[in-house]
């Protein structure tokens, strides 16, 4: 059900953002503003975003099969990478479009520059208020929220640069919003490139740590060591641990493995796992590259 209401939200965005759209390219080319332009290419990138996002999650609710063991879970975080991606180009293409502008500032039709940007604005709140609601645990989510409040951002330099350009004349303000626009979007999106790449890396994921992790387990009752230790994440907040547990000869293997697993739920949230029960240690026998 909460992925049900995620989509619902994103589908909602998608159409705010899309009505807009073509509301503020047509007032970026009648205006001659790079910073309405900036932003009506980052809001296309919005609807790019979010329909990614859409179609991640309704795939993902596919089931497993003999060859997708763990189903298609892990294109959300595709889709989240995708998502940080596609910022960083927009703002090398921004940046591209600022720098010929600052050699030769064009002027700008301030005024509905200005009435432009301030209804983007709007829009862009809006669009923010429906996804802040959603789940934050999701990459998924967080990438499509991310692009909504660059898009903010980027209606709020613009109505900025509308006022000083009105009140001054200085076009140069239209190039430099952007290029500090660009700054801000890059700034808002590493973490989540990072952190998708992460997890398709299957590095151990943000706030566990494996030292910990097997202290924990080589604590339950019967076990004497535990090897050959990974924790990764599959997809966002759904984390996944094997190991093999050496544990004493004369010991319950089922009482063990219970007590581990539930030691790992509690502590860790860790509900996927898969640990092989040895009762002498094959450490140094098995393989060892990883």
């Known amino acids: 059900m909460e992925r049900d209401g995620d989509t619902h939200r994103l589908t909602l965005a998608l159409a705010i953002t899309a009505i807009y759209f073509f509301a503020e390219l047509l007032g970026g080319i009648l205006t001659n503003s790079l910073a309405l332009l900036s932003d009506a290419g980052h809001m296309f990138s919005d609807i790019a975003a979010l329909a990614l996002s859409i179609f991640a999650f309704q795939m993902a609710r596919r089931p ?137 890396m299957q590095s151990v994921p943000e706030g566990i740590d494996v030292a910990e992790v097997q202290s924990a387990m080589e604590r339950v009752s019967g076990v004497v060591k535990i090897h050959d230790l990974h924790v990764w994440s599959v997809t966002s907040g759904v984390f996944t641990l094997s190991a093999h547990a050496v544990i004493r000869p004369d010991g319950d293997p089922h009482g063990i493995l219970d007590r581990i697993e539930e030691e790992l739920k509690r502590r860790f949230r860790i509900e996927h796992t898969t640990i092989q029960l040895e009762f002498e240690d094959r450490e140094q026998k098995e393989f060892r590259d990883f």
């Open 64 to 200: 497993a099969t003999i060859k997708k063991s763990y189903g298609y879970h892990r294109l959300e975080i595709l889709a989240a990478l995708i998502n940080g991606l596609a910022l960083w180009l927009i703002v090398g293409v921004i940046f591209n479009e600022a720098y010929r502008r600052f050699l030769d500032p064009p002027e700008v039709q301030s005024l509905g520059m200005l009435v432009v940007a301030t209804l983007g604005l709007g829009v862009n709140v809006v669009a923010g208020f429906i996804l802040y609601g959603s789940d934050h645990a999701s990459l998924n989510m967080r990438g499509a929220f991310l692009h909504v409040l660059g898009d903010a951002l980027g209606s709020v330099g613009a109505v900025g640069a509308g006022l000083v350009m009105l009140a001054t004349g200085w076009y140069l303000a239209d190039p430099l919003v952007s290029v500090l626009i660009g700054l801000l979007i890059l700034y808002t999106s590493w973490g989540l490139v990072k952190e998708s790449v992460d997890i398709l």
